[in-house]
């Protein structure tokens, strides 16, 4: 076994194990936080990849960005003691359906796809293409994408303190 293969079962343990956590665990700063050892141990897979871009984008975007957010909204409107209310049968039911359903769906989906062989020949890119394609909102512009990440981050921004918020009940 390659260290390569080693470290992608590791990432991939880690990713699997934490996931289960995420959203089996009824505290919800423990969730935001095994969330947060997901979210790396991804941009650990990205990296893996060399996909350096988008492992630094998953790391401060995701990693950096939304579990702060939620785990400050967390710390200002919520008690940390308090427990997540144990969900019921049909809730959990529903919950596995969902998510075997999600499982199929992507399965099928991948084995269906065929994946191209593509030669992409490397190139030079300087500065003002890089901030050319910043402002451009075209086929290779970024400012679509920046605005769909700051909607992104005031959506979790929002729902974070809605799943925070202590319940009056």
Do not use: W
């Not at 939304?66 to 919520?78: A, E, G, H, R, W």
């Not at 003002?128 to 769909?148: C, D, M, N, R, W």
């Amino acid at each position: 076994m390659t260290t390569n293969q080693f470290m992608f079962f590791i990432f991939s343990a880690v990713i699997v194990i934490f996931s289960i956590l995420t959203v089996t665990t009824r505290r919800i700063l423990r969730a935001a936080t095994f969330l947060l050892f997901v979210l790396v141990s991804t941009a650990g897979l990205y990296f893996m990849l060399r996909f350096n871009f988008l492992a630094a984008i998953q790391l401060t975007l995701y990693a950096g960005g939304i579990v702060v957010l939620i785990i400050f909204s967390i710390l200002l409107t919520s008690q940390l003691a308090d427990k997540l209310e144990n969900p019921s049968l049909p809730k959990k039911l529903a919950a596995a359906l969902i998510a075997v359903a999600g499982a199929v769906l992507c399965i099928v989906t991948i084995l269906k796809y065929e994946f191209p062989a593509v030669k992409v020949e490397p190139g030079r890119t300087d500065i003002g293409q890089i901030g050319h394609s910043l402002i451009q909102t075209g086929k290779y512009g970024y400012a679509l994408p920046f605005e769909v990440i700051s909607i992104l981050l005031l959506a979790a921004m929002i729902g974070s303190i809605i799943v925070a918020k202590k319940r009056k009940d």
